[in-house]
Each structure stands twice: as C-alpha cells, then as structure tokens.
C-alpha cells in the first residue's frame, strides 16, 4: 500500500500516455457519481425506501426502473444514487482522519528523531501489524453497527501507512543543505516543516489518499455487507450487495452485481485520479 516518490514518477512515466484518456473517464465517472449522490432527491426516479412485491427482481430497462428492482421491489437506480452518499463521505472521513493523524505523527517523529522516533515507529508498527477490517469489527462488536465506530477504527488503522510516508519523505528532506541552510538563518522548526517539508511529502500522500480511499471503501462496503455497517433503511452499496444474496441464488445477480461494479469503478477511478495528481505535483516540483 506503500508508495515512494521514485515509484510514483516510474509509473507515471511508463503511462503518461494512457494518462489522460484514463484520467479523464475516472473525473467524468467520479463528477457524475457525486452529483447523482447530492443531488439524488431530485433525480432519482423513485423512493429508494419504495417496495413493492408486484415488482420485484425486474430485470434492467424494465418499464420506470432502468436498472432493475431487487427481491422487496425498491428501484436499483434509486437506491445507488442514494447509497452513494454514504459510500463515498465514509470512506472521505476515513482519509481525512488518518491523512492529519499520520502527517502530525510522522512529522513527530522526523522532526524528533533519537528514541522518541524509536518509540513512534515501533507504535506505528503495532498498528500496522493489526489488520484494518478485524479491528473495525472488534470496535462494531462493541459499539454496535453504524458508520462512526469503524470510520474511527479504519482511519486508526489506516494511520501507520500515511506516517510511515510523510516520516520517510521528511526524513530526506531533513537532510538536504536548503534545511540545514533555515537552520542556520534562524526559521523556526514550525515555519519551516510547514513552508517546505509538508509540500514535498504531498505528492506521495495524495496518492497515498487515493490508495487509502480505495481501501476505506471496500472495507465499509465488506462491513455493511456484513450488517455491521449501515443499518437499514438507509442505502449503502455494501448493503445493497449483502440483501441480493437470495436473488443471485436464484439466478437474478443485477441488484448485487450493479452495486458492485460501482464499488469497482469508484475504487479504480479514485486510484488513477490520485496517482495523476500526485504524479503532477511531483513533477512540477522536480522541474522547479
């Protein structure tokens, strides 16, 4: 899950010119996600709470429902344009969380360095050697379901990856002249982890969001499949595949399957995105 800037820009360069195709189709794909979430009162064809046993499991381009209806009758559509609300601000809280936790924590321990780095790696460590989804689980198990707990335990989880980064970018920083240079003329340690460190960590750590991102998104949806997420009514893409388990079975996968190549198309339109971004910065950077 961890990348360097020599690999960002070795990949960048192997696919500069895929880029943007690729990076266009992910903006379109996420812009019209977003809108269709926001928006989703106003353009979504029917309540997404709506049953209606007379139609249930309809096939796609079935009369009012584009995309089909699932075993209880609730329009597909509807239900994914709603259910992206909370499937892409989750997973968002996720990123954020653990993007300002583990740039304070590995700025710390850069900036500290001696047994106070010793002490923050070897916790960061701990942390790491913990997988994500258990402890989410564990923290569901005792809080109960909903979207606060594990969004708190993933982004914890979540933390040692964004610190490992921003500690090994800060670290060569650190030990360039220029640094020694604003030592020398007096700057602060803030003025100056702020004015030039934090930049030149920034192109890793938007790919490393994206990454992160990805990761937060299928994690929540694996929770709500579960019934450990999203509790119903609410409309959640985890959700959605977890309740079209019978249908599958009997041989109608749309409501499951549809739910689950959004999850895959946000997931892969998000990880281009941030690599295209990252790769950008990181470029501009190095020219100047």
């Known amino acids: 899950m961890t990348l360097t800037i020599p690999a960002l820009r070795a990949r960048s360069a192997r696919r500069r010119r895929r880029r943007p195709l690729a990076v266009s189709l992910a903006v379109a794909f996420l812009i019209l996600l977003t809108v269709a979430g926001l928006l989703a009162p106003v353009l979504a064809p029917h309540s997404p709470d709506a049953t209606s046993l007379l139609n249930s499991l309809l096939p796609p381009g079935a009369g009012e429902h584009w995309l089909g209806t699932d075993s209880t009758g609730r329009d597909v559509l509807s239900r994914i344009m709603y259910g992206a609300r909370l499937s892409l601000l989750a997973p968002l809280g996720v990123v954020l969380l653990s ?16 047994w106070a780095d010793a002490v923050i790696s ?39 990856f964004v610190g490992r980064v921003v500690r090994s970018v800060a670290i060569q920083e650190g030990a360039r002249p220029y640094m020694e240079s604003y030592r020398v003329m007096g700057f602060g340690v803030l003025w100056v982890t702020l004015r030039h460190l934090l930049p030149n960590v920034m192109p890793v750590l938007i790919a490393q969001s994206a990454l992160a991102f990805g990761y937060a998104l299928v994690d929540l949806a ?9 509790r119903p009514p609410d409309a959640d893409w985890g959700s959605m595949i977890s309740q079209a388990r019978s249908a599958i ?3 109608e996968p749309w409501s499951g399957l549809l739910p689950g190549l959004v999850v895959l198309l946000t997931v892969v339109s998000v990880n281009v995105l941030g690599e295209h971004i990252g790769g950008s910065i990181a470029g501009k950077r190095e020219g100047s």
């Open 99 to 114: 993007g300002v936790l583990g740039i304070a924590i590995g700025l710390l321990a850069a900036r500290a360095g001696g």
């Open 122 to 160: 070897r916790g960061m460590d701990i942390v790491f050697a913990f997988p994500s989804l258990l402890l989410a689980m564990l923290v569901v198990a005792v809080t109960g379901p909903g979207l606060t707990a594990p969004i708190c335990a993933l982004a914890v989880s979540y933390t040692p």
């Open 222 to 230: 694996s929770l709500s499949y579960l019934g450990l997420g999203v």
């Open 249 to 251: 079975l009997q041989g």
